[in-house]
T-cell receptor
């Protein structure tokens, strides 16, 4: 299957700083990328959908000014957590798909810890 | 997209078949049934999907009832590495958004 990577795999940052997480589709050009957040012992929660070259669509309750998403190319999307706080500590997962594909492929996730 | 209902947890003996049920009684005619699984601290992995016919691939089989209101994912010979959370999701296959909405899933524990 297609491969999606994320970088970094884990990150620790201090409260008030910003953190950028990269999501790359390695062997296909993704027309759409998704960002999810997962707290311990909970399911994945969709945060936003992004299409290459256009603004991301955020799910209800997700602060777009706090979670900045950039999808500058067909193989790269970035999520920036601005002014991170301890409650933003979570597992962030991206996924990618091509319009017309049945499957959606997920990255390995990024563990963010804010101290 | 239609809502799904899954048991929160199941056990299975290693080497035996694992049968994971999913109820999707409000499924629409153009909605597919997808199965993903998530092994601890990893991203979800696609397993299989189907519309109305039974499907089989190298990982699993998907049995969909004739009325399409429920389905069963079958792992024919479960191994310890199959221990994971299994998610049943219903959505239009190639819809414009393509987004997947995850429920709580079934935690499958394969025991030696």
């Amino acid at each position: 299957g297609a491969v999606v990577s994320q970088h970094p795999s884990w990150v620790i940052c201090k409260s008030g700083t910003s953190v950028k997480i990269e999501c790359r589709s390695l062997d296909f050009q993704a027309t759409t990328m998704f960002w999810y957040r997962q707290f311990p012992k909970q399911s994945l929660m969709l945060m936003a959908t992004s299409n290459e070259g256009s603004k991301a669509t955020y799910e209800q309750g997700v602060e777009k000014d706090k979670f900045l998403i950039n999808h500058a190319s067909l193989t790269l999307s970035t999520l920036t957590v601005t002014s991170a706080h301890p409650e933003d500590s979570s597992f962030y997962i991206c996924s990618a798909r091509v319009v017309g594909w049945y499957e959606q492929y997920f990255g390995p996730g990024t563990r963010l810890t804010v101290t | 997209d239609a809502k799904t209902t899954q048991p929160p947890s199941m056990d299975c003996a290693e080497g035996r078949a694992a049968n994971l049920p999913c109820n999707h009684s409000t499924i629409s005619g153009n909605e597919y049934v997808y199965w993903y699984r998530q092994i601890h601290s990893q991203g979800p992995q696609y397993i299989i999907h189907g519309l109305k016919n039974n499907e089989t691939n190298e990982m699993a089989s998907l049995i969909i009832t004739e009325d399409r209101k429920s389905s069963t994912l079958i792992l024919p010979h479960a191994t310890l590495r199959d221990t994971a959370v299994y998610y049943c999701i219903v959505r239009v296959a190639t819809g414009n958004t393509g987004k997947l909405i995850f429920g709580q899933g079934t935690t499958l524990q394969v025991k030696p």
